[in-house]
């Protein structure tokens, strides 16, 4: 399907040099840094939708948006990208895709891995739903420890689970040398894939920090704000 093949082919991540179709192994651990308002959420609903189009469940998980929110989300991404193609067939397709997601909203204050984990163990002992690859939105690293992220990275290991997550950096904090920003460097060797957006303008850029192959050529992409994908 044409509106397929030209999502993936304009994927960023796909283009930026990792190894594997979807970034992340069994177990893998992602995040997405960049300031507030750059286009975090998008690039991993995109992500979702990615492994959506190739049946594989995704699991996302909210800290601060309503359930229809996020959905809006999801919806408004799959249409800015699939605008030129005939639209009882993207309703067709979409109908479809959405049999591989499930939207989960915690409070901030009231999240912790063995809640996520109970409720997610709930789901696949119903045979209601397995992710493939959870996206977990809005946790807030300056103030959850390391230990959380440890516990998140053994739940990943051992429901073979990929899990991706948003880190907001701040403007008034500079990067150190490998781009990284000091309040994240605790808990970076936590993480198998490291990318960064960045605003130049109205331009969006991203790069790889961590987990690229070593022969990766490419080092920075040109993004579409409007759908995040690789401007063409």
Not at 15 to 40: C, M, P, Q, T, W
Not at 124 to 143: A, C, R, S, Y
Not at 160 to 186: N, Q, Y
Not at 196 to 224: F, M, T, W
Request: hydrophobic share 45%.
């Amino acid at each position: 399907m044409m509106i397929r093949k030209e999502i993936i082919e304009r994927n960023p991540l796909l283009n930026l040099g990792f190894d594997r179709e979807y970034i992340l192994s069994d177990g893998g651990l992602g995040a997405v840094l960049a300031h507030a308002g750059v286009g975090k959420t998008a690039l991993l609903v995109q992500t979702a939708l990615h492994a959506m189009m190739h049946e594989q469940p995704v699991l996302h998980v909210s800290l601060n948006d309503a359930v229809s929110k996020v959905d809006l989300w999801y919806r408004e991404l799959f249409n800015d990208m699939a605008s030129k193609y005939d639209s009882a067939e993207i309703t067709q397709y979409w109908e479809n895709m959405l049999h591989y997601r499930f939207i989960m909203t915690f409070r901030v204050e009231g999240f912790s891995v063995p809640k996520l984990e109970e409720r997610l163990a709930d789901l696949m002992q119903q045979n209601i739903f397995k992710p493939h690859t959870v996206i977990l939105d809005g946790l807030k690293f300056d103030e959850s420890g390391r230990g959380l992220l440890v516990e998140l990275k053994e739940m990943a290991g051992k429901y073979a689970m990929r899990i991706w997550c948003t880190v907001h950096t701040h403007r008034h904090e500079p990067p150190k040398e490998d781009g990284l920003p000091l309040s994240f460097l605790h808990v970076a060797d936590l993480f198998d894939v490291l990318v960064q957006l960045s605003s130049q303008g109205p331009e969006v850029y991203i790069k790889a920090l961590k987990g690229q192959s070593p022969d990766s050529r490419q080092d920075a992409l040109l993004l579409d704000p409007a759908t995040m994908l690789i401007k063409s």
